[in-house]
């Protein structure tokens, strides 16, 4: 295997981690979560259903053509980004729906939000049109950061 394909690998491996592991730790105690005091901008649990898969399938994508691109800068550094990310994205799902610290959890969505910024900075650098495609989910984390603080405010 070339090492691009490695690049790919690893990338598709940590997006695909992400998701299976974020699933897990969300559908954790759901009478708990259905028992909190919402935001009043926060939007239908459907658009969350539509979001989630959307976001980790431009992850997906993105991460392809990225890996693969010739005109792709610092592939591992900006892998490495993601992956602290991500890290930080999981240990708020894990925080808020496992153990229920909110608080907490919402300084690491803070995290994961900021570095996701990066992480569409660090891409665009190199494929502008892929940096374009990772804002939705960037700016869909900057937004459940947003919530998760009036969570943490009104809970």
Excluded: C, K
Aim: charged residues 5%.
């Amino acid at each position: 295997m070339s090492a691009g394909w490695v690049d790919t690998v690893v990338w598709i491996a940590i997006v695909a981690v992400y998701a299976a592991l974020a699933s897990t730790w969300t559908a954790h105690d759901p009478g708990w979560y259905a028992g909190l005091a919402r935001p009043s901008f926060q939007p239908p649990d459907v658009v969350f259903g539509i979001m989630w898969p959307l976001n980790f399938l431009a992850l997906f994508a993105v991460g392809v053509w990225f890996t693969r691109s010739s005109a792709a800068e610092d592939v591992w550094p900006t892998m490495a980004v993601l992956a602290v990310s991500v890290v930080a994205a999981l240990a708020w799902a894990w925080l808020f729906y496992v153990p229920h610290r909110i608080g907490a959890a919402t300084v690491a969505l803070g995290v994961a939000a900021v570095l996701t910024w990066v992480l569409v900075a660090l891409v665009a650098r190199s494929l502008p049109w892929a940096g374009v495609l990772l804002v939705p989910y960037a700016a869909w984390l900057s937004i459940a950061t947003a919530l998760s603080v009036q969570y943490a405010r009104l809970n």
